[in-house]
């Protein structure tokens, strides 16, 4: 492999681009101090990718950049490229030339190139790998490496051996592998405190799921008893069930007979309903014909406005065919007059061409006759006479041109003159266009002004009825849900009414008072009323006084009781209102309570009352603290909010909440409620019934102002303008074009003109020239012989006229010509206007017909307009009847529902009958039905599939509950149960034998890793033991022929038992010396030594190429020539790039390039050959 070339471009001090070829053996470069010639080491250094600006002599990397002097601008980037020529393919690719470029921006962007091609630094340094080549190999030595090589400053010489023993390669992959090895062991870690984690948490779950199997099996023991239970109870609810729907069964016939009534008078109220519906639909259809005959008034209106634009438009239009009409008919006129003119000069010009064609033909006999006279003659005539000849042939040539010329100019002067006259004829026609396009431009704007008006309106009138739709939509859903919230809340008045009124779920006793005693004397559960969700609270704790009368006095409860004695109905009992005073209640403070009287709503005269029962009574707000009761002071009442749980005086009550528990408290005041709410609602639905009305009277509106008809007719209206528009513009860029064309070619002619014009000039003179030398010729034949003198002056007369003739029958035939293109040029134009006249006639006639039709159609939409204007008069009368009539069946079908509605409070007291039996067997449904929920929910089991045996049927039922509530307490108390945990067991159980399988994949990874580390280490070790055995017997050799035999040197490892690792050192004793050390050499034994180890080197692995960068510095002469005999003797296997100051050195090398500064600051080079000189020769000159 060799070194062909260097490229450098703003590297440093070469700001210019630089080649350096490198086609010889040894190359040495030279300069003064400071010109750079280290440069060009550094740029080989950083082509190979150098990343240490301390090796560069650089701060940073961007120094490398030229950076300017006072004369020249600083580079945009660094570019270094080397150029190889792999001829011993050592380099491992298919190119037989390589070149390799850095770059570097001033913006910091960095680029390597490989042939061209952008690639890594990895690529290139993978592909110099073990060959000697690298920013840091011993390919590339300067002064300064020697003593770093000779004290192996970090580890030098070791750097140098391993490259020359091809063992780099070995040391990366083992790099890589013990990273590998490294990363395995910290994945083994992980994995390791993984497991301990998980088998950590694997006992723990053991544990949990231990507990889980045995919390299961009572579940199974309390599932059994529980569905037994639930079993019993079901078949005991079932057997009272039938005994009631015997009960119902009865009452059932007694209310069919009532609700036959009230069947007729709904069939009535449903047959007037049903006319109504066929109203409405009348009505609605009414109204979309009234919608209808709307839309045609509006699009009459439309139609008559168009129409009248069309007219207005097409007026304008007949009104300026007419003038192009005026205006071409005087001008076809005054086109016929010059055609006229034109063929009578026509005439003349044929009948003058005509005398001057006979003209030539006599003056050609003339000529003729004494042409064979002069001919005779001609005989004795010397060279004179053909001189003269072709004198008289050169003036004739010339004449001839002159006339052709002359009419050349006056055939552009013509051209010239028709051209302005057509660009005037056009001129009146373009400004007609022109004026048609303002006035259609006028006309287009406002069109599209008028679109955007109604799109505009179109958009708002669109927008406006959707939003009203949407309005109309949430009015409709509210008013059906209002309609829906009081038909619900008016039954649950009447029922809850019913209820007050028969007094339903009160003993006997308390309904024969109701009816026979005073009514204004309450019961307790109708003077208390609280909200909703404390009913059930509050009915639990006063469940023993709500069906307490509450008497203002003790003689009204004995009057009372009297009553029930003597009809013997039974017992009741009262509060004495007047006994309790009013009192101040001490509320405390307890956690998650409220006193049960700030949720009371009772009037002031039963305050008292309310306040004595409901004292020290408190509430507690979360049913999921159940078990804080039995924490409170047994001097407080305190009931859940559910009503699930009771501790009062040291007694504890609860248990599961009935379906219709907390229904008896406040009746009285929740109807007076559902009446204040049932007005609400009423007068809601009004207002809203209100709303969409006029709702729907503004969706009439927007429907009626639909103007999408006008929008379309205004977009047709915009397109045919357009396209008029479009006729117009492309006429006018037309006659632009035209009249472009036309100026051209007068300007064309006018500079052809000035041309001929200038060469008629030089040609008459010309002319002129030849007419002095016809008579000079003339003279000369005279004076020769006066008869042929006499015949030439006779014969030249004669030509004269017969050319003079010629002349005037070509000035002839080129003036009729011109009349001909002339005459051409007016009959063209007459024929244009001719077609352009007929054309505007035809239109002319279209329009007039056309605005015939449109006046026709204007009469016709008007006459139409008025029909229909007063057929919507007529509608509108209809339509305002047909509302009447609707809104009038209206009111008598509220009135017949008003009836039905009475009808129903009659049958309502058998239904309420009815109803309390269902009542009964509603709840004992629901017991039922909660059995099975509570089988299905709780025990995952269907009560249907329970199969009993006739012993378990036997069972006592609340010995079953009891045991399955033992069961049940049993499950409570046992505390927190992971449900998941046998899952989660095994789940995490399956990990733990999957890391564990995964660690011993590591472990045997890792043993693989250690096993190539260490075929790594045997391949290295035996390699470089190799490469260090045959250097060391290669720097005995070399030292020894630089110094002398007996000198004495060596090399040895410091530690031969890792000799991959140790140090290598140098012993160097040259004859005479014992150093202790090589620190203690001369500067040239130690250049000379480092030297004898560079070629040892070379000897083992030879670089492709050596760069010495002022090494030989410190030799004196004689050493320098041991220093190039050895670089002559080795430059057969390697190229040598020498920089020195050094003469000797300089006369050795092949070429010599020098390095210099011509502008300061920029570094330049230039080659010298120095091989056809002799050794002496250069060192004389040198000297000289």
């Known amino acids: 492999m060799r070194l062909k070339n260097l490229t450098i471009k703003g590297f ?98 960095s680029e390597y190139r490989l042939n061209g091609v952008t690639c890594r630094l990895k690529d290139i340094t993978g592909l110099f790998l073990d060959t000697g080549i690298g920013p840091d190999s011993y390919a590339i030595i300067a002064l300064n490496m020697v003593e770093d090589l000779l004290s192996n400053k970090e580890s030098a010489r070791r750097k140098m051996f391993e490259q020359a023993a091809g063992i780099s390669k070995y040391k990366a992959r083992k790099r890589e592998t013990l990273n590998k090895l490294k990363s395995t062991k910290e994945d083994l870690a992980r ?98 014909k009234v919608n209808e005959v709307l839309d045609t008034i509006r699009q009459l209106e439309s139609n008559i406005q168009i129409s009248q634009q069309k007219k207005q438009f097409q007026s304008t239009q007949l009104e300026t065919i007419r003038q192009n009409l005026s205006q071409a008919a005087g001008r076809l006129d005054q086109l016929k007059l010059d055609v006229a003119a034109i063929q009578s000069e026509q005439a003349q010009v044929e009948l003058g061409l005509m005398e001057a064609d006979q003209a030539v033909v006599n003056h050609e006999e003339i000529f003729n006759g004494k042409q064979a006279e002069f001919n005779l003659l001609k005989s004795g005539v010397d060279q004179f006479q053909l001189d003269k000849q072709e004198n008289e042939t050169a003036i004739y040539e010339l004449e001839k041109e002159l006339a052709i010329q002359h009419n050349r100019i006056e055939n552009l002067h013509a051209d010239s ?198 004292k020290d009574v408190y509430i507690l707000e979360n049913d999921n603290h159940l078990e804080d009761v039995i924490h409170f002071p047994d001097d407080v009442s305190v009931i859940s909010v559910s009503g699930s749980i009771l501790k009062a005086n040291k007694i504890i009550t609860g248990g599961s909440v009935g379906l219709f528990e907390g229904k008896k408290l406040g009746r009285k005041k929740n109807l007076e409620k559902l009446e204040a709410e049932i007005k609400e609602l009423e007068s809601q639905a009004i207002l809203n019934e209100k709303e969409l009305a006029e709702l729907k009277n503004k969706i009439r509106t927007f429907e009626l102002n639909n103007r999408q008809k006008e929008l379309e007719q205004l977009r047709k209206k915009e397109s045919e303008e357009l396209q008029q528009l479009a006729q117009i513009q492309t006429h006018l860029s037309h006659y632009l074009d035209l009249k472009a064309d036309l100026e051209r070619r007068i300007a064309a002619n006018k500079m052809q003109a000035a041309e001929i014009a200038q060469e008629l000039n030089s040609k008459e003179q010309r002319i002129v020239e030849l007419k002095d030398r016809q008579q000079q010729l003339v003279h000369s034949l005279h004076s020769s012989d006066e008869v042929y003198n006499r015949v030439s002056i006779e014969l030249s007369e004669i030509t004269g006229i017969y050319n003079q003739a010629k002349l005037e029958l070509l000035k002839w035939q080129n003036r009729f010509e011109n009349i001909n293109k002339d005459l051409d040029y007016k009959n063209k134009q007459i024929e244009e206007l001719q077609t352009q006249t007929i054309n505007d006639e035809l239109k002319q006639t279209e329009l007039i017909e056309s605005l015939g039709e449109l006046e026709t159609s204007l009469t016709q939409y008007e006459s139409e307009l008025l029909e229909v204007l007063e057929f919507r008069k007529n509608m509108d009368s209809n339509l305002t009847t047909l509302e009447r009539d609707y809104y009038e069946a209206r009111n008598r079908i509220s009135e017949d529902e008003a009836k039905a509605k009475q009808h129903q409070r009659s049958i309502h007291e058998l239904q309420s009958a009815i109803n309390g039996i269902k009542d009964q067997k509603a709840e004992y449904k ?19 599939e329970f199969v009993a045996s006739e012993e378990d049927e036997g069972l006592d ?96 490892l410091v530690d031969e038992n890792d000799p991959l690792e140790c140090d290598i050192d140098i012993i160097a004793k040259p004859k005479g010396k014992r150093p202790k050390s090589i620190s203690q050499l001369s500067g040239g034994e130690k250049t000379l030594t480092a030297i004898a180890l560079l070629f040892s080197l070379y000897l083992l692995k030879p670089a492709p190429f050596c760069i010495f960068d002022e090494v030989d510095a410190p030799l004196d002469d004689i050493n320098i020539e041991k220093f190039n005999l050895i670089i002559r003797k080795f430059s057969k296997e390697s190229q040598f790039i020498i920089i020195t100051h050094n003469k000797l050195t300089m006369a050795d090398v092949d070429v010599l390039y020098g390095v210099y500064m011509e502008d300061q600051g920029v570094s330049s080079v230039t080659a010298v050959d120095f091989r056809k000189y002799s050794h002496e020769i250069v060192l004389e000159e040198m000297a000289n």
């Open 417 to 614: 003159k028709r051209c302005e006259e057509e660009i005037e004829s056009k001129f009146n026609e373009h400004q007609n266009k022109e004026n048609q396009h303002k006035e259609l431009s006028v006309k287009l704007k406002d069109v599209l002004s008028e679109i955007d008006q109604v799109k505009v309106a179109e958009e708002n009138r669109l927008l406006g009825l959707e939003q009203v739709q949407i309005e109309l939509e949430a009015c409709t859903q509210k008013v059906s849900t209002i309609h829906r919230q009081r038909d619900a809340k008016q039954n649950e008045f009447e029922l809850l009414k019913s209820m007050v009124e028969k007094m339903e779920g009160f003993p006997e006793s308390i309904k024969f008072l109701n009816q026979n005693w005073r009514k204004d004397v309450p019961v307790l559960s109708d003077i208390i009323y609280t909200p909703e969700k404390y009913r059930s609270a509050i009915e639990l704790y006063l469940e023993n006084y709500l069906n307490y009368y509450v008497a203002h006095t003790e003689e009204d409860a004995v009057k009372a009781i009297r009553l029930l004695f003597n009809n013997s109905k039974g017992k009741a009992n009262f509060f004495i209102l007047d006994k309790f005073r009013d009192s101040k209640a001490v509320e405390r403070s307890i956690p998650g309570c409220i006193p049960a009287l700030s949720i009371m709503e009772v009037t002031d005269m039963y305050k008292p009352l309310v306040h004595d029962l409901l």
């Open 191 to 288: 994995i390791e405190d993984l497991l301990f984690e998980i088998n950590t948490n694997l006992v723990e779950l053991e544990k949990q799921a231990k507990r889980t199997r045995k919390f299961n099996e009572l579940k199974e023991k309390y599932k059994s008893a529980g569905l037994l239970a639930q079993f019993l109870s079901v078949k005991t609810l079932k057997e009272k069930l039938e005994v009631l729907e015997t009960s119902v069964q009865e009452e059932m016939l007694k209310l069919q007979d009532e609700e036959v009534g009230l069947n007729s008078i709904e069939a009535s109220i449903e047959a007037q309903k049903k006319a109504q519906l066929d109203q409405e639909k009348n009505l609605s259809e009414f109204q979309k």
């Open 12 to 109: 440093k001090s070469f700001a210019d681009e630089t080649v350096i070829h490198f086609n010889e053996s040894v190359t040495g470069i030279v300069g003064p101090n400071g010109s750079g010639k280290s440069n060009i080491v550094d740029a080989i250094r950083w082509v190979l990718g150098e990343q240490k600006g301390r090796e560069l002599r650089l701060e940073q990397m961007s120094d490398v950049i030229f950076n300017g002097t006072k004369k020249r601008k600083e580079a945009p980037l660094a570019s270094v490229s080397l150029n190889f020529e792999n001829t011993r393919n050592l380099l491992p690719t298919e190119y037989q030339n390589i070149e390799i470029a850095r770059l570097l921006y001033r913006s910091g962007d």
């Open 957 to 1052: 039922l609340e010995a079953l509950i009891s045991k399955s509530q033992y069961y049940k307490t049993r499950i409570d108390n046992y505390g927190e149960v992971n449900p998941l945990a046998l899952e989660a067991y095994e789940e995490m159980k399956a990990r733990l034998d999957k890391i564990t399988e995964q660690r011993d994949d590591i472990l045997k990874a890792q043993d693989s890793l250690l096993e190539t580390i260490k075929e790594i280490e045997e391949t290295a070790t035996q390699g470089f033991m190799q490469a260090f055995n045959q250097v060391r017997v290669h720097f005995q050799v070399v030292f020894r022929s630089l110094f002398t035999d007996d000198d004495d040197c060596d090399l040895v």
């Open 926 to 944: 629901f017991r039922i039905q909660s059995a099975y929920e509570k089988a299905e929910l709780e025990f995952m089991a269907k009560l249907d």
